[in-house]
């Protein structure tokens, strides 16, 4: 649910709009510099590997020059067996990379690096729920396909490297359990560098030193950590922090930036003050508190929102707000299959439309539209994503981030913000996915126990479906009622009808309407009373709705009412279909269709009644589509056979 802060002074909108404009490309922009810096560290993992180990820490010594693009030194993973007998651990670990030794206990072990998989095997097997600890020294240049996870590059003329391994990257640069079944519950990092650099990492910076001609920085993170979120950032930085005060709680965040942007930088991220306390009035303290959060300069156009300190190429609200946003939703639940990878960032740019809904609310209404026209470019794409070894599904900008952040809009449509706000929280402060990993059916569990409703129908449509509905409305008027007919085509085959709240504003010069009416079926009828003359008629005038080519037009006579009820639905044995006005409205024959487009049954109804029945004991439980053709339309909808 919504809180109030006492921050948002009436001020600060105007502010913030003095500053920025919104910016039409800013999601394109940051799906598209995402999608490319991650394209090199697209490696897909086996599918069969060994397993049976829960990892507790990591503890990273790492030797970086940024004036030369390699690593080297030691990862120690400390990890508890889930197995009963644990003899074989393995690390992900990419060819190019060396391994020069790995120790047990102090000793040196035998161990097998092929195929990007490092095997080490315990001849004395580790016993359930024990812990044990292997380190690994290692050295080389990790592999340069022209965008990588490891990038050596340099700013005014001063080198730079730093680390980018969403979503299969960190193996090309350290050895670890690199997949979306596991975090580390903690992290220490200890990267020795020249002198004259400052290295950035996750969690705390513990301490800085001197060591020989170079200098040792140590970073400390306790909290639970995906393998991909670990990174790294080595140059001359400039450092400052700022602090965010809201409630009884105090946040320092730390900022890494090139000296010679460090003043244009800083007029630019003073917006994270308010886009943190709004986040945490919406969604609970910020996930990482005991910590820090920051930004660190990097040679990308877009960001990265690794853990506690993300990596920014540029500054715009958006980019700024979409990042930090990723710390709930991203961070600390993290998206359990790359599948979901909407419940990362679909989220994060929801969220960044919530910055504007709040912060600059002259641009909520055109992000929204902005979203929506960039979704209906293309008439098919899922917000699910099928193929794990596309980047570009993966990180589609279309997909992933703009119709994930709008289905996210409908359901708060369709729940209204107590119930959508009280899910989100109820999921983020669920102890079986806080600080681990989250799939969309966990996520639905939450809504459904808000609203108090099952979402199969949404989810089934926006969200495993394709493609988005067109509207169309006849409409006429008689004194101050107004009939009109809602008419609803599909853009995509797989889904048969999209159910949804639809608004529908009636105007005229001087006074004007909204009318929402929940569109179950093709060909719907409704009236309402207006008590003024109308001239125009607009379907999601606020684009409230993923929706696209929407038609409406005046009707000389006006509409038949023509009333459809399905019952009860889910059935067992029969089925009832009952029309309004069933003459009138030509409905002279159902069509059923099972789930697969075979017809099942023709039924017409008695002449002269307004109702049919369906004998369904010979259906075999599941979902089932049924069509009502008439002259110049169809009617088509769902009904549920279970027993």
């Known amino acids: 649910m919504k809180k109030s802060f006492a921050f948002l002074f009436l001020l600060l909108p105007i502010l913030l709009q003095a500053q920025w404009n919104f910016n039409e490309g800013d999601l394109q922009t940051i799906a598209g510099m995402e999608r490319d810096a991650h394209a090199g560290a697209l490696k897909p993992l086996p599918a069969e590997r060994a397993g049976g180990f829960d990892v507790k820490w990591y503890g990273c010594r790492w030797n970086i020059d940024p004036a030369v693009r390699a690593i080297s030194g030691s990862v120690t993973t400390f990890f508890t067996a889930l197995d009963p007998s644990l003899d074989t651990l393995w690390l992900d670990l990419t060819q190019e990379l060396t391994v020069d030794s790995v120790t047990r206990q102090g000793r040196k072990t035998t161990w097998n690096h092929a195929s990007g998989i ?11 729920n024990s812990s044990d600890s292997i380190t690994v020294y290692y050295h080389g240049i990790p592999s340069d396909n022209g965008f990588g996870s490891f990038v050596r590059d340099e700013h005014n003329g001063v080198p730079v490297i730093w ?13 670890c359990k690199n997949d979306l079944t596991d975090k580390a519950d903690s992290l220490d990092i200890f990267i020795s560098t020249p002198a004259g650099y400052r290295a950035a990492a996750n969690g705390i910076l513990v301490s800085e030193t001197p060591s020989g001609s170079g200098v040792i920085c140590h970073w400390k993170h306790r909290y639970p950590i995906a393998a991909y979120l670990v990174c790294l950032a080595v140059t001359n930085y400039s450092r400052y922090t700022q602090q965010v005060v ?27 003050d308010p886009m943190i306390r709004l986040f945490d009035s919406l969604f609970g303290i910020y996930p990482f508190q005991l910590e820090k959060y920051g930004h660190v300069q990097f040679g990308w156009g877009g960001g990265m929102e690794h853990q506690t300190m993300t990596f920014l190429g540029s500054f715009g609200f958006e980019i700024v707000a979409h990042e930090l946003a990723h710390q709930w939703f991203g961070d600390m639940i993290t998206c359990g299959s790359w599948t979901d990878i909407w419940l990362n960032e679909g989220f994060a740019t929801y969220l960044s439309g919530i910055c504007y809904e709040y912060l600059i609310p002259s641009l909520w209404q055109r992000f929204r539209e902005v979203r929506v026209e960039g979704i209906i470019t293309q008439p098919g794409g899922s917000v699910y994503c099928p193929d794990t070894t596309d980047v570009g599904r993966i990180f589609d900008g279309r997909l992933s981030y703009a119709k994930g952040a709008m289905i996210l809009h409908q359901l708060r449509w369709i729940m209204g913000d107590q119930a959508f706000f009280t899910a989100l929280n109820s999921y983020l402060s669920d102890g079986a996915l806080a600080y681990g990993f989250a799939r969309t059916d966990q996520l639905k569990a939450h809504l459904e126990n808000a609203c108090g409703q099952g979402l199969d129908w949404y989810f089934d449509d926006w969200f495993t479906g394709e493609g988005y509905p067109s509207y169309q409305v006849g409409w006429s008027q008689r004194a101050d009622t107004v009939l009109f007919m809602l008419g609803q085509t599909q853009s995509h085959p797989s889904v048969s009808f999209f159910e949804m709240k639809v608004p529908i504003r009636f105007w005229n010069a001087s006074r004007d309407t909204i009318i929402r009416v929940m569109n179950t079926y093709h060909g719907q009828s409704f009236t309402a009373i207006i008590p003024f003359t109308v001239d125009s008629v607009k379907v999601d005038p606020e684009y409230q709705l993923i929706s696209g080519n929407n038609t409406v037009s005046a009707v000389a006579e006006p509409v038949v009412y023509c009333e459809l009820d399905v019952f009860p639905n889910p059935a067992t044995d029969r089925i009832t279909f009952r029309f309004g006005v069933a003459p009138e409205c030509g409905l002279d024959r159902i069509l059923v269709y099972d789930h697969e487009g075979r017809l099942m049954d023709e039924i017409r109804p008695a002449r002269y009644t307004n109702y049919a029945e369906l004998d369904t004991r010979h259906y075999s439980p599941g979902l089932y589509l049924y069509v009502i053709p008439q002259q110049e339309s169809r009617v088509s909808g769902k009904f549920m056979i279970a027993r």
Do not use: F, I, K, R
């Not at 890494?256 to 994270?272: F, K, R």
């Open 246 to 272: 809201y409630g009884q709680d105090t946040l320092d965040v730390l900022n890494y930036v090139y000296p010679e942007d460090s003043l244009n930088v800083a007029t630019q991220l003073w917006v994270v």
């Open 118 to 128: 490092l095997m080490v095997p315990l001849p004395v097997p580790v016993p359930l």
């Open 163 to 175: 680390t980018l391994s969403e979503p299969y990257g960190a193996a090309d640069w350290w050895p």
